[in-house]
């Protein structure tokens, strides 16, 4: 396992049209957070998966996003008639998640995928 | 809510020279990280503290964490042409469980 993988690593769509993210972590995470990062600026969280139960969503994240996870594998971020201040970079990151106490919960990024609207 | 600020947010430096790089947070964290960013690329992990007074470092980096002043460093030493990228420092509120990331540090080091 080599690490986070995401795809596409590029999307151009015109407004209005909806687009689907995959993530697939690193193997043994069972923990998958989804964030947005728009030029000059650091990422922001959007929501965050533990196995497939989906344990905390921004207020960024409007109804016209949505995020599944649902084996507590891979990850799917769709977005719904898409604006063009959707037009970000989309991370994803894992980590273990063994507790409070013992985790260091550090999170692993994968390449992004990097979302234009026209 | 939970605020990160870092400073300088750019910084152009010669090279062989060091700097500081200083990372203010607004409430109660356990912990604090450092990722490099390359331009166009994903975030790459640097270090992890935990504990007040922790010091971690990896070849002319080194970040050092004061939870009582809030505050994290992360020291350049002797900086290389190489060390130019896109530094975030990133925490979280205590038991929480998404990052606040600072909005960044653009180095440039120049020869």
């Known amino acids: 396992d080599t690490g986070v993988s995401q795809n596409p690593r590029h999307k151009i769509t015109k407004r209005g049209q909806n687009v689907t993210f995959r993530c697939d972590p690193i193997?043994?995470?069972?923990?998958l957070y989804w964030y947005r990062q728009t030029l000059g600026q650091g990422p922001e969280f959007l929501t965050y998966?533990?196995?497939?139960?989906?344990?905390?969503k921004s207020r960024l994240l409007s109804d016209r996003f949505s995020a599944e996870r649902p084996k507590g594998s891979f990850s799917t971020l769709e977005i719904q008639r898409t604006e063009q201040g959707d037009s970000a970079m989309y991370l994803c990151?894992?980590?273990?998640?063994?507790?409070?106490?013992?985790?260091?919960?550090?999170?692993?990024f994968g390449p992004g995928t990097r979302l234009t609207v026209l | 809510e939970l605020k990160v600020e870092q400073n300088p947010l750019f910084l152009s430096m010669q090279e062989g020279k060091n700097y500081t790089i200083y990372c203010n947070y607004s409430t109660t964290s356990d912990r604090l990280y450092w990722y490099r960013q390359d331009p166009g690329k994903s975030l790459e992990s640097l270090f992890v503290l935990l504990s007040n007074g922790a010091v971690k470092q990896e070849g002319r980096l080194m970040a050092s964490l004061d939870t009582k002043a809030r505050l994290s460093t992360l020291h350049i030493t002797a900086a290389v042409h190489d060390l130019s990228a896109t530094y975030f420092c990133a925490t979280r509120a205590q038991y929480g469980n998404k990052l606040v990331f600072g909005a960044g540090t653009i180095l440039r080091v120049k020869s």
């Open positions: 193997s043994e995470h069972n923990r």
């Open positions: 990151a894992s980590s273990s998640f063994l507790g409070q106490v013992r985790s260091y919960n550090e999170q692993f």
């Open positions: 998966f533990q196995n497939e139960a989906q344990l905390e």
